[in-house]
């Protein structure tokens, strides 16, 4: 799993690992460590029906419904997104980039765009 925010924007990306996890456990999370404390993503599963997302104690939690993973794991969906106030969030599966790079890539999902 990784994250890339920009201003207020908040996007999750999902390998096929990360989905699966996903759906057998309902939920994941990683952490990067600075000197001075750790920062937490994670992704839970919830009961409301749309995407939101809290940031409490260094640790951002995107709340996902059970029908959103669902759909992640039995359809082509790529993706969801929602508001959390001003907040966009967005959570899709990660595709295999078009151009070269040194991430290892291998559980990434094919690129539609190279079929």
Known sequence: ??????????RFRLTQSDVKNLDA???LEEHTDFLIGRFTYAIAQTEIETLSATF???????QIPRE?????????????????GTLKLLIEKDFTCLDSTIEDQSDNYPNPLLA
């Open 68 to 84: 959103m993973i669902n759909e992640l794991v039995s359809t082509d969906q790529v993706g969801f997104s929602g508001n959390t």
């Open 1 to 10: 799993m990784k994250i890339r925010i920009k201003e207020q924007s908040i």
């Open 56 to 62: 409490e104690n260094g640790r951002i939690t995107l």
């Open 25 to 27: 456990l309902g939920a």
